[in-house]
């Protein structure tokens, strides 16, 4: 059981590892693109649609699809590690209790 559960951890471990790489290679080159067309919006746009779609959309239409491209890169990167560090806390709290 004690194998099984450090396999558990380290593969989970392994798959945030790889995902936030994947992530940020496909996050930074939308941001890049974004760049380039020196397309600005702060934090607070990218986790609150409504203002995103007020403030940003009207003053870069031509960018819209990288727009929301970025955002939810960047929001699906946030969840699944949120996930799998959730995930990781878990199994490695069940470690530890069947260490003893």
């Known amino acids: 059981m004690f194998v ?4 558990i951890v380290i593969g989970l ?3 945030m590892l790889f995902l936030n790489v994947y992530f940020r290679v496909k996050v930074l080159r939308t941001y890049r693109e974004l760049a380039k067309n020196r397309v600005e919006f702060g934090a607070a746009h990218v986790f609150n649609r409504e203002k995103m779609e007020a403030e940003i959309m009207p003053q870069y239409p031509h ?5 929301e ?3 939810n890169h960047l929001r ?3 969840r699944m590690a949120t996930v799998l560090i959730a995930l990781i806390t878990l199994f490695g709290a069940i470690l530890m209790y069947f260490r003893e």
Request: charged fraction near 10%; hydrophobic fraction near 60%.
């Open 76 to 78: 699906y990167s946030i």
């Open 63 to 67: 960018m819209r699809t990288e727009i």
């Open 13 to 15: 471990f392994v798959a």
């Open 4 to 7: 099984l559960l450090i396999s």
């Open 69 to 71: 491209t970025f955002v």
